[in-house]
C-alpha cells in the first residue's frame, strides 16, 4: 500500500487571501514606519526638539561669556580700589565731591529756561 499524498488545489481565494494579507502587512509596516519617523521629528525628544535646544544653549553659552567677561572686569576694578590711592581719590572726587585742600571748585549750572518745566498746549 503506497501512500500519496495529493496536494489539494486552493484556487483564487486562497491567492487573494494571501495578497489582502501581503498587502494588509505592507501598509501596517509603511503605516508603523510613518508614525516612528513622525514621533522622531515631532516628538517630545524628537529632532525639532533638539534642534532648539541646542540653539537655547549656544545662547546660554554665548551669555556666559558675557558675564565671565564683566565678572573679571569688575574683579579688576575690586583690586584697583582695594590698592591703587589714584584710582581711589578719583572716586571719592567723582561720587562723593571730595576735593583737595586749596582747591577752588567751579560748579556749572544750567540757564533757568531749562529747569522750569514747559507748559504743553
Known amino acids: 500500500m503506497t501512500l500519496r ?3 489539494q488545489n486552493r484556487g ?4 487573494s487571501w494571501r495578497r489582502r494579507m501581503a498587502v494588509a502587512f505592507q ?3 509603511i503605516g508603523g514606519c510613518l508614525w516612528l519617523i513622525g ?6 525628544m524628537g ?4 534642534v532648539a535646544m541646542r540653539q537655547y544653549a549656544e545662547r546660554l553659552e554665548e551669555e556666559l561669556a558675557v558675564l565671565q567677561a564683566q565678572t573679571a572686569k569688575l574683579e579688576q576694578e575690586v583690586l584697583r580700589l582695594q590698592r591703587d590711592p589714584a584710582k ?7 561720587r562723593l565731591g571730595y576735593v583737595r585742600e586749596g582747591e577752588t ?4 549750572m544750567p540757564p533757568v529756561e531749562e529747569l522750569t518745566p514747559r507748559k504743553q498746549p
Open 12 to 15: 483564487r481565494r486562497w491567492l
Open 5 to 7: 499524498l495529493i496536494k
Open 27 to 29: 501598509v501596517a509596516g
Open 47 to 50: 529632532v525639532l526638539r533638539y
Open 88 to 94: 581711589i581719590e578719583q572716586v571719592a572726587r567723582e
Open 105 to 108: 571748585v567751579y560748579q556749572l
Open 39 to 44: 514621533g522622531l521629528v515631532f516628538g517630545e
